[in-house]
């Protein structure tokens, strides 16, 4: 017989891990037991399963199922040690908060965005937010980052952040591009560009996408990112940047 639990099981397992990995590699344990208490139950009664019109024997069937416990127990660890690195990273954001530097880099922000130099949905979330909420709010987010970047070097006054991506790990004010490897900001291994120091930028999003930049002195960076800034933020910025070193 053919049932289509199975099909459904795994569908029904992908969208428990897009919330969750933890959950949904938990959710596989479960699936997988449940797969094969049934597949059991069938082949006692005397069926047989077929897997898209090919007929399974009892061992066949039981292999798989140990094979598939086989990918639940790496997609578990494979989940843990993502929910320790998210909880080692939320540490490094929590214990941001009480830094000087990365509070002051926020408040700018948030008179920046508030003031309109950025974008109409920076200044609506700037305008409906005290300047506390708003700041306590993004270094829970990307508190690390900042904290990484102002080691780097002292932000300028009035120097405020445009962008920031925990999943790409990088850092863009109206003056530098912060870029950390490895989602890991160890000082010194990050690159650190100043937007005037910039002649070309793309962000191609075809495929896995990728960030190249041509600089002044002729060097290039490519780097493969899902997501960047748009390219038009950093022609104005890169623009802006250049004008006031020469003003």
Same mark, same amino acid.
């Given at each position: ?55 399974? &024997?009892?061992?066949? @069937? ?6 598939? +416990? #086989?990918?639940?127990?790496? $997609?578990?660890?494979?989940? *843990? ?48 937010? &005290?300047?506390?909420? @708003? ?6 987010? +990307? #508190?690390?980052?900042?904290? $990484?970047?102002?080691?780097? *070097? ?94």
């Amino acid at each position: 017989m053919f049932n289509p639990i199975i099909i459904v099981a795994v569908i029904v397992q992908a969208f428990i891990s897009k919330a969750s990995r933890m959950a949904g590699a938990i959710a596989g344990f479960v699936i997988t037991t449940g797969i094969l208490l049934w597949g059991i139950s069938v082949y006692g009664e005397g069926s047989e399963i077929t897997f898209f019109g090919i007929p399974l &024997s009892q061992t066949v @069937f039981i292999v798989v199922c140990l094979v598939w +416990y #086989g990918f639940d127990t790496k $997609a578990l660890f494979s989940a *843990r040690a993502a929910t320790a690195g998210d909880s080692a990273k939320q540490a490094e954001n929590d214990a941001a908060l009480e830094n000087p530097a990365v509070r002051e880099a926020w408040v700018a922000t948030w008179r920046a965005w508030g003031a309109g130099l950025y974008t109409d949905t920076a200044k609506a979330e700037a305008s409906n937010a &005290s300047v506390d909420t @708003f700041v306590d709010t993004h270094i829970r987010k +990307y #508190g690390r980052l900042v904290a $990484a970047a102002t080691r780097q *070097r002292p932000f300028e006054p009035n120097e405020f952040i445009v962008v920031a991506s925990s999943k790409d790990t990088f850092l863009v004010t109206n003056k530098t591009f912060y870029l950390f490897p490895n989602e890991n900001p160890i000082p010194g291994t990050d690159q650190v560009i100043p937007l005037r120091d910039i002649d070309e930028y793309h962000f191609d999003t075809r495929g896995s996408g990728r960030v190249t930049m041509k600089l002044q002195s002729g060097r290039v960076i490519d780097n493969k990112m899902t997501y960047a800034p748009k390219e038009e933020v950093m022609s104005r910025f890169s623009r802006a940047a250049r004008e006031s070193v020469s003003a």
